[in-house]
């Protein structure tokens, strides 16, 4: 079994930053990749932000130039680091691990609140 523990969300003003962090424990035997995704009320999940471990990382249009992730590899942990939030950027966050198993597990979704 693999945990993921999140945190970070809260609420801002527009204009402001959050980082988000998520770090993975238990059964990890080979992280292949690590990403952030994100759920408004009556929408669909969407990706946000991904990153492998050789560091290649992919972004939402929606988030390119205002949102950067990372990780800390030794610590299994992954970040995104949220500047110049937008009313739109409100969501439930949720952490995503694929292994090279593949298997792929899920966060409890952290909430993050863009207003004024």
């Known amino acids: 079994q693999v945990q993921l523990v999140e945190s970070g969300g809260g609420l801002v003003q527009p204009g402001g930053s959050l980082r988000l962090s998520c770090t993975a424990s238990?059964?990890?035997?080979?992280?292949?990749?690590m990403a952030w995704y994100r759920q408004a009320p009556g929408k669909q999940r969407e990706l946000v932000a991904g990153?492998?471990?050789?560091?290649?990382?992919n972004y939402a249009d929606s988030v390119k130039g205002r949102f950067t992730i990372s990780t800390n590899n030794a610590k299994n942990t992954v970040y995104l680091q949220m500047n110049t939030l937008k009313p739109e950027d409100t969501a439930v966050y949720y952490c995503?691990?694929?292994?090279?198993?593949?298997?792929?597990?899920w966060g409890q979704g952290t909430q993050v609140t863009v207003s004024s």
């Open positions: 238990g059964s990890i035997f080979s992280i292949y990749r």
């Open positions: 990153i492998t471990r050789g560091g290649t990382t």
């Open positions: 995503n691990v694929v292994m090279t198993s593949p298997q792929a597990y």
